[in-house]
Every structure is written in C-alpha cells, then in structure tokens.
C-alpha cells in the first residue's frame, strides 16, 4: 500500500467495505480510484480497482440493480422481524415457506431448484414474521450474495433433515456459513470480524419413520448451544411451537396507538425493540412526532389504566397509547 494516500481515501475504503448494495460499492470504488496517485508505485492498485469496478458494474447489469437497495437479491424487511431459512439441498427449506406463508416456492426432490431469495409472510398472533427461502448454502452461484441476506437479517433458522445424520448438516452448514463470515449465536453474541447472527435450528421431517434417533444426537450435542425444534413441514407438527420461538427471539414488543378520545386499533400492533419507549413509538409513527410530544397515557404496563407518563416511559408488550401533544 502507497504510504502517501490522503485520508479520504480510506474513508471510501470503509464505505466499500461497509457498502449495502452494488451501486454503492461501485461508487466507493471509483471514488478510491479518483484518488489514488498515478505512478508506477499504484499501477498494480489501481488496475485492481478497475478490474473490481468492472466485475461489479457486469454484475448490476445482468440482475438489472435499478438503484440504491433496488438489487434482487436485497430483502426488505417487513412485519415484525425477519429470519432467513438456511440449509443444504433438500432439507425442506422451501416446504416450510410455502406451509407457513402465502409464498409459493418452487419444492422439489432435486437440489438447487431455489435461486433467488423468496419472501414469505407468517401470521403469529397479532403479527407477521417475514421468511425468506433461499438456495442452499452451498450452491457456487448464490455464494456471492447470500452474505448481504444474512447480514441483513434478524434471525438464521437452520433447517436440517432428520432422514440424514443431523450433527454432519449442522458441521457443514456451520463450515459454510464461517466462509461467508456469519457465525450464528444464541441468544446474543458479539464478534468484531464476524457477523453474529440469533440462530435456532430447525429439525424438519419428523414424519418420516426411524428420525429420533438423529434428532437424539443433535438434541444431547447441541441442545444447549441452540433452540432446538422439531417440525415436519408435510404434516405440520411443531410449526406453532417454532413460530412461538421466532418471535420470543425477534425481542420486539407490540404496542397500540390510539388518539384522545378514539378507541385504539387492536388488530395491527407496532412493532418495536423490546426496551423502547413512548418517545420511539411517536418517531415510528413520524419522525417530527418524538419532539412534539409532551406526554402519553398507557393502558396495559402502567400502576393503572389511562395513566400519565414521560416520554421515556420504557413500554411492554400489548400496551396501549395515547399521545397528547
Ligand atoms: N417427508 C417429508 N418430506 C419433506 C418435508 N419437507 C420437505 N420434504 C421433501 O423434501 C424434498 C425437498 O424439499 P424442498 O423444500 O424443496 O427442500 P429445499 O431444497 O431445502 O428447499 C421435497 O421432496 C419435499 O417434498 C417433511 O417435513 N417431510
Ligand atoms: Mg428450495
């Protein structure tokens, strides 16, 4: 590395790295490269940011990125979290997306039939838990984007076969995973050079005749390192235990607005981070909102109904607002 970069540069460096969507690489890239001094010290360099420019710019075309998070393969999150269905061909990652959600992926008994991420929403309760299908972790072509999905994700859900020996999935989906620098923890970690992900695993095919004893071995070797579940998408058992887990793991609550003297909605929560406050629920509605609030009334968590409290009143699930402003 030239020892003479000015200081922008490594700030562009850092939004290539950090850099959600390919337009936004690409930018940091030709930004790197409008600084870089020419000499035959940074030929090497600079021929390398040419070439990934390049790389990027045929990789925008051929999926058609129309701009800043417009790339297929980003999933925007909706309801009230999101978890990605991870696992090798033929686990049944596709079965349960289309068990759980209106979704209708593509379910074969041939592998790689998934190649685009496919969302899905599952009704819990009162809410929707967004599920994405995605192509087996092994396959070569989606290498280059799964990463983004896992990192923009709330939860991993590991979804192993219980036909098959459920420690050597779990092995080489965990191998996996560590290529693409996600590592899932339960319930919360933190690794700087790692992206640490929630994770609970799903041992799907319990319909099928002599699997307890795979899903023995996983429970005594991994039972205390994850949330374990056991489901069969064809037959539907464990699916209500497994949406309750998801959303206990999402850690959000939900909470109802209402206006003075107007009966709040009861049917469509919001949804936020377990830990906020009556001043967040007013920002979500509207960003000028948490300043123009002067204070609130609960129903649910408070000492009684309707009573008054401050603006950094830390809410619980179910409560009731109202905003005086
Ligand atoms: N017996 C049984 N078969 C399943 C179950 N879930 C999926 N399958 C079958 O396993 C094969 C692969 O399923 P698919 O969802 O395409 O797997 P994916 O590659 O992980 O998406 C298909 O033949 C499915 O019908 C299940 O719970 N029980
Ligand atoms: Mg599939």
Redesign the pocket.
Known sequence: MPANLPPQYFAAEKRFRTAKSIPEKIEALQTMLAIMPKHKGTDKLRAELRSKIAKLTAEAEKRHVTGHKGSLYYVRKEGAGQAALV?L????????VAALTEAT?????Y?F??RFPIMGMMPFENVQIQLI?LP?VNDADAQSWLPMVFGNTDILVL?LDQANDCISQLDELLGRLEQMRTTPVVPSGSDLEYKAKKALILA?????PATQNNFGELESRHGREFPIIR?????GSGLEDFKRKLFEMLDVIRVHTKTPGEKPDLTQPTTLKRGSTVADVAESIHKDFRTQLKHARIWGSGKFDGQMVRKDYVLKDGDIVEFHI
């Not at 061909?89 to 349960?96: D, F, I, R, W, Y």
């Not at 799907?204 to 099928?208: A, P, Q, R, T």
């Open positions: 696992g061909p033929n686990a049944g990652k596709s079965q349960l992926p593509e379910v074969a008994d592998p039939t998934t299908d087996p979804v799907n095919k319990s319909d099928l489901v069969s998408a064809k037959d």
